[in-house]
């Protein structure tokens, strides 16, 4: 049956413009929106650029540089931060569930309204970090140092000292 071939290769024509939209462009500059799922953009840097509303899932950050970077309301879940830098950087609203953050640098960054559920802290520098309304549930603190971080409550500032748990 010659006109199988056909009929195949012409939906595949008509199927591929509806989802070529739909990948990542990790060569794309920063930009508010930007769609970079599951690129690599690990040891860039990207400090003080405008990422709202960026797509970073399952994006490779890995000792990048993004502070004071505006991630406020990127939807970064699964994504890995390990050693980034983020101090005081703008996450405002972001989903970061699940995302990695050990040994990353989050001094002064604002998480305020952020989805950290299932995210990993692990010996990472949140001091001073901005928590309120933030979502903690089952998030890994381990060794993180919340010294002076405003808790989920957005009244209690953390005690000096507190490695793990707000004091």
């Known amino acids: 049956m010659p006109y199988k071939p056909i009929i195949v290769a012409a939906w595949l024509l008509l199927a591929l413009p509806a989802t070529a939209h739909a990948f990542a462009d990790c060569s794309a500059p920063p930009a508010p929106g930007v769609d970079w799922s599951r690129c690599f953009h690990e040891e860039s840097s990207f400090a003080g650029a405008d990422l709202t509303n960026a ?29 980034a830098i983020l101090k005081n950087a703008q996450l405002i609203g972001a989903n970061l569930r699940e ?17 950290l559920r299932r995210t990993r802290f692990f010996r990472a520098n949140l001091r001073g970090a901005n928590l309120s309304a933030a979502k903690l549930d089952q998030t890994d603190l381990l060794n993180a140092d919340i010294s002076g971080a405003t808790w989920t409550d957005g009244a209690r500032i953390c005690a000096e000292g507190s490695i793990g748990r707000c004091k």
């Open 55 to 83: 797509r970073l899932t399952g994006t490779r950050l890995q000792r990048a540089n993004l502070e004071g970077a505006d991630l406020s309301e990127a939807n970064a879940q699964g994504a890995k931060f390990v050693s």
């Open 99 to 115: 995302a990695d953050f050990t040994r990353a640098n989050l001094e002064g960054a604002d998480l305020s309204n952020a989805n």
